[in-house]
Nanobody
Framework: QVQLVESGGGLVQPGGSLRLSCAAS????????MTWYRQAPGKERELVAS????????NYADSVKGRFTISRDNVKKMGYLQMNSLKPEDTAVYYC?????????WGQGTQVTVSS
């Protein structure tokens, strides 16, 4: 059974940090490129950061460059998003997505709220 389970979201003050995790099971995680997306209320889902299957290349949205870091551990079948210097505009549901050929899987999302 294919599963992607995000965790690590929560309420944090502006300037704070969170580390999101994405646990994969039921498929060969190391084959898949991984992307974190987010969706704020009333807005479209947007790409936050992506990483290739081997972890050799990363890509970030301009809005998070220098603040967020995407990583993965293919042995543990885990993906991560380290978020620093959080801003209220980072508030959203964050989703983990993996893609390989025609296979495309999503997690259920984890809420991140940045507020004082």
């Amino acid at each position: 059974q294919v599963q992607l389970v995000e965790s690590g979201g929560g309420l944090v003050q502006p300037g704070g940090s969170l580390r999101l995790s994405c646990a994969a099971s039921g498929f060969t995680f190391s084959r898949y490129d991984m992307t974190w997306y987010r969706q704020a209320p009333g807005k479209e889902r947007e790409l936050v950061a992506s990483i290739t299957s081997a972890g050799t290349s990363t890509n970030y949205a301009d809005s998070v460059k220098g603040r967020f870091t995407i990583s993965r551990d293919n042995v543990k079948k885990m993906g991560y998003l380290q978020m620093n210097s959080l801003k209220p505009e980072d508030t959203a549901v964050y989703y983990c997505n993996v893609v390989w050929r025609t296979y495309n899987y999503w997690g259920q999302g984890t809420q991140v709220t940045v507020s004082s």
